[in-house]
């Protein structure tokens, strides 16, 4: 079992920056992916960024290529998400996801946080 559990979420305005934080625990996860999705009102749950622990592997979306970066510290167990030059359309949950295969798709995690909510102002 792995746990997760994610923080940093809160209300910016456009143009702004966050830095989620994502803490995992429970068995060894190394060989993990670790993945950042989220779900805005009334869409379905999208990817947004994964890593492999230290970075070797990396991917995003289309959407938030050079805005966001994803990066693990395998000393601390925690993954981020630094969120930058945010826009409204970024609003959403966002949960921090852990699985063995990888991938953009929700079905490839087995391991999810609770989520954190981001909202950004226009």
């Known amino acids: 079992q792995v746990q997760l559990a994610e923080s940093g979420g809160g209300l910016v305005q456009a143009g702004g920056s966050l830095r989620l934080a994502c803490a995992a625990s429970?068995?060894?996860?190394?060989?993990?992916?670790m993945g950042w999705f989220r779900r805005a009102p009334g869409k379905e749950r999208e990817f947004v960024a994964a890593t492999s622990w230290g970075g070797g592997i990396l991917y995003y979306a289309e959407s938030v290529k050079g805005r966001f970066t994803i990066s693990s510290d395998n000393a601390k167990k925690m993954v981020y998400l630094q969120m930058n030059s945010l826009k409204p359309e970024d609003t959403a949950v966002y949960y921090c996801?852990?699985?063995?295969?990888?991938?953009?798709?929700?079905?490839?995690?087995?391991?999810w946080g609770q989520g954190t909510q981001v909202t950004v102002s226009s």
């Open positions: 996801a852990a699985g063995r295969r990888g991938g953009t798709y929700s079905s490839d995690y087995a391991y």
């Open positions: 429970g068995e060894s996860f190394s060989s993990y992916f």
